[in-house]
């Protein structure tokens, strides 16, 4: 079945410094990656997402890659703030289906 | 501007209890979901709604009903409730076309003792 695998499970970056967060998709037919972040006690939250037919995308601080071919896709975050402490996930959806596959999240420290 | 609300926030359930957990959403969207949330695990896909009078099963539907009430509501049923589903529950919802984020609610915290 269709899956997304997740890494690292946590990460630890000094405050300033960039992080990087990795996930792979099985299902070819996925065109439509969301990432998402969860603060403690809330709901995720989108902060960005990718469309196949672009290779990145930037907001600000934040930016992600995809990679069709290797059916991978990055999450960049750089000069990161303590504020970008949370958890972390990638999602992959494929056109005409209604799921959405979640990764198992990544957990950022960012030390200040 | 509430988007997808959730209830109750918390809960603890004896063994073999049931309890409807609501979910209820004001964004016009056709599309409605259950996950449930397990350290290591991600977010794990319960039951689906694709649009409002059709249910699917997701990954891991064993031990849950859904009824979609109307294009607003999604509700999560548990019959006799087991301590494997001590879970935090999430419903979201999206837009049925296009490719378009899921919106989530602020979660359900069950404990089944």
């Known amino acids: 079945g269709e899956n997304v695998e997740q890494h690292p499970s946590t990460l630890s970056v000094q405050e300033g410094d960039s992080a990087v967060i990795k996930c792979t998709y099985s299902d070819s037919a996925s065109n439509y990656f969301p990432w998402y972040k969860q603060e403690l006690g809330k709901g995720p939250q989108l902060i960005i997402d990718i469309r196949s037919n672009v290779g990145e995308k930037k907001d600000q601080r934040i930016a992600v890659t995809l990679n069709k071919t290797a059916k991978h896709f990055s999450l960049h975050i750089t000069e990161t703030q303590p504020e970008d402490s949370a958890v972390y996930f990638c999602?992959?959806?494929?056109?005409?289906?209604?799921?959405?596959?979640f990764g198992t999240g990544t957990r950022l420290k960012v030390l200040a | 501007n509430a988007g997808v609300t959730q209830t109750p926030k918390f809960q603890v359930l004896k063994t073999g209890q049931s309890m409807t957990l609501q979910c209820a959403q004001d964004?016009?969207?056709?599309?409605m979901y259950w996950y449930r949330q397990d350290p290591g695990m991600g977010l794990r896909l319960i039951y689906y709604s694709a649009s409002e009078g059709t249910t699917d099963k997701g990954e891991v539907p064993n031990g849950y009903n859904v009824s979609r009430l109307n294009k607003r509501e999604f509700s999560l049923r548990l019959e006799s409730a087991a301590p494997s589903q001590t879970s935090v529950y999430f419903c979201?919802?999206?837009?049925?076309?296009?490719?378009?984020?899921?919106?989530f609610g602020q979660g359900t915290r069950l404990t089944v003792v």
């Open positions: 999602a992959a959806r494929a056109s005409g289906t209604y799921k959405y596959i």
């Open positions: 979201a919802s999206s837009a049925e076309t296009g490719l378009t984020e899921a919106f």
């Open positions: 964004m016009n969207h056709n599309s």
